[in-house]
C-alpha cells in the first residue's frame, strides 16, 4: 500500500496556519483530515508489521489492548475510544478486530474463557474532552458491532435478544478508553432487580 503521509499532514497544517485567526470551517475540514491521517497511520502500521521483515515484540493492536479473566467476567481494555459509525474505515474496523482479539487471547492465558448461556455486554467508553461534539458522542452513534460482532461465538452463541444482551455508557476522561465486561446477564451490575 503507497500512503502519503505527508500529504495529509500538509493539508492539516494548511487549515491551521492561517494568519487572520483560524475559522470553524477551517477547523472541520482540518478535524476530518484528522480522522482520514488515523486510519493511514493504523494502515501504515499494519504493513509494517505485517510485510515490512521485522520482527515485533509486540504487535500496535497488542500494545493498545489487555485482557483479565476472573473466570466469571471477562474484562477487555481497548487503550482507545470506541469510534462512531461514521469514523469506521475498513482499516480502523481492522484494527480494532485485532485489539479486541489481542485482548482475548490474553484473558484466555489467564484460564478458561467463560461461555454465557445469556451474556451481559457492557461497554464503557471515555474519550477526552473536547474531543468529540454532542452529535458524534451519541452512544448509538457508536460502532459498537465491531465489539459485539468479534464476541459471538466466543463467549456467547450468537448476538440475539436470546443470548445476550448490551448497555453502553460514555463519559469524559483523561485519555481515551474503551473497557468492555463480558459476565452473565442474572449476575451483571447492570441488571439490578431485573427478572428474566
Known amino acids: 500500500m503507497n500512503i502519503d503521509l505527508n500529504k495529509t499532514l500538509k493539508r492539516i497544517e494548511r487549515y491551521l496556519s492561517s494568519d487572520g485567526g483560524i475559522s470553524l470551517s477551517e477547523l472541520k475540514h482540518a478535524c476530518q483530515h484528522t480522522l482520514h ?29 489487555a485482557g483479565m479473566n476472573s473466570g466469571d467476567c471477562v474484562m477487555l481494555t481497548i487503550k482507545e475510544p470506541l469510534p462512531s459509525v461514521k469514523k469506521l474505515t475498513e482499516a480502523i474496523e481492522e484494527h480494532w478486530k485485532a485489539m479486541v482479539h489481542s485482548a482475548i487471547s490474553e484473558a484466555a492465558h489467564q484460564g478458561p474463557l467463560p461461555h454465557f448461556e445469556k451474556a451481559m455486554v457492557e461497554i464503557e467508553i471515555t474519550a477526552p474532552r473536547g474531543s468529540d461534539n454532542a452529535r458524534l458522542w451519541d452512544t448509538s452513534n457508536r460502532a459498537i458491532n465491531v465489539i459485539i460482532n468479534n464476541l459471538k461465538g466466543i463467549f456467547f452463541e450468537d448476538d440475539n435478544m436470546e443470548h445476550m444482551a448490551f448497555s453502553v455508557v460514555g463519559r469524559w476522561g483523561e485519555k481515551g478508553v474503551t473497557i468492555i465486561r463480558i459476565s452473565e446477564l442474572s449476575k451483571s451490575r447492570q441488571t439490578g432487580g431485573i427478572r428474566f
Not at 37 to 65: C, H, M, N, P, R
Open 37 to 65: 491521517l488515523y486510519s493511514q497511520l493504523v494502515s501504515a502500521i499494519y504493513d509494517a508489521e505485517t510485510f515490512g521483515g521485522a520482527t515485533y515484540q509486540k504487535s500496535f493492536a497488542q500494545e493498545q489492548s
